[in-house]
Nanobody, 127 residues
Framework: VQLVQSGGGSVQAGGSLRLSCAAS????????MSWFRQAPGKERETISC?????????DYGGSMRGRFTISRDNAKNTLHLQMSSLKPEDTAMYYC????????????????????WGQGTQVTVSS
């Protein structure tokens, strides 16, 4: 299984960015994918999780709710994160991850259920 991330970069506060994560090597759609982020000196936090089979999703980050939207394109095995109204505190390394088979997003979400990770992409928001 390979996850390849794209998107990210630098943007001014209030701007938007779209992250993508292309998955290969997964044999069916009975799994979940999530976005995480980690800022310097902070613990990694969960952003959102989406079930690839039915598109049901859960948002975990209070500060990001309403500004970040997770989506998927099953035809292309691709996960997206649309980020808007970005703030300097959104500056972090962003990671996508795919779960093991037959996993559905839940609360709480355990990173241990996500064995496959993208390479990470930096998002920098300037004030």
């Amino acid at each position: 299984v390979q996850l390849v991330q794209s998107g990210g970069g630098s943007v001014q506060a209030g701007g938007s960015l779209r992250l993508s994560c292309a998955a290969s090597g997964l044999t069916d759609d009975d799994y979940a994918m999530s976005w995480f982020r980690q800022a310097p000196g902070k613990e990694r936090e969960t952003i959102s999780c989406i079930n690839m089979r039915n598109g049901g999703s859960i948002d975990y980050g209070g500060s990001m709710r309403g500004r970040f939207t997770i989506s998927r394109d099953n035809a292309k095995n691709t996960l997206h994160l649309q980020m808007s109204s970005l703030k300097p505190e959104d500056t972090a390394m962003y990671y996508c991850a795919a779960s093991s088979s037959r996993y559905w997003c839940g609360i709480p979400l355990d990173e241990a259920d996500f064995p496959y990770w993208g390479q990470g992409t930096q998002v920098t928001v300037s004030s």
